[in-house]
């Protein structure tokens, strides 16, 4: 298991920019498909974004495809959400989760997630 740190929240107004990092410690992050969550108020948690051990295969939800970028750096043990022309529809305490390959996200580990916050 790993344990995952998520930061880089805040307020921003409606066509910003923000960028998420989740730190995590523990072994074999490189092992790990990396993924964003996101859960609004009065809504049920969803997937945001997704990306291979490796990098090489990402995955978006259709409400963010051409705005977020998922991308992460095994040699810092980070994986990023690059999150650009913000919507107040986006407003949502953000998640990042952590699985092996082939596992459901519920069998995971996952942050406390930050807070982000789109005014209009």
């Known amino acids: 298991q790993v344990q995952l740190v998520e930061s880089g929240g805040g307020l921003v107004q409606a066509g910003g920019s923000l960028r998420l990092s989740c730190a995590a410690s523990?072994?074999?992050?490189?092992?790990?498909?990396m993924g964003w969550f996101r859960q609004a108020p009065g809504k049920e948690r969803e997937f945001v974004a997704s990306i291979s051990w490796n990098g090489g295969r990402t995955v978006a939800a259709d409400s963010v495809k051409g705005r977020f970028i998922i991308s992460r750096d095994n040699a810092k043990n980070t994986v990023y959400l690059q999150m650009s022309t913000l919507k107040p529809e986006d407003t949502a305490v953000y998640y990042c989760?952590?699985?092996?390959?082939?596992?459901?996200?519920?069998?995971?580990?996952w942050g406390q997630g930050t807070q982000v916050t789109v005014s209009p």
């Open positions: 523990g072994r074999s992050f490189s092992t790990y498909t």
């Open positions: 989760a952590a699985v092996l390959a082939g596992r459901s996200w519920s069998s995971g580990s």
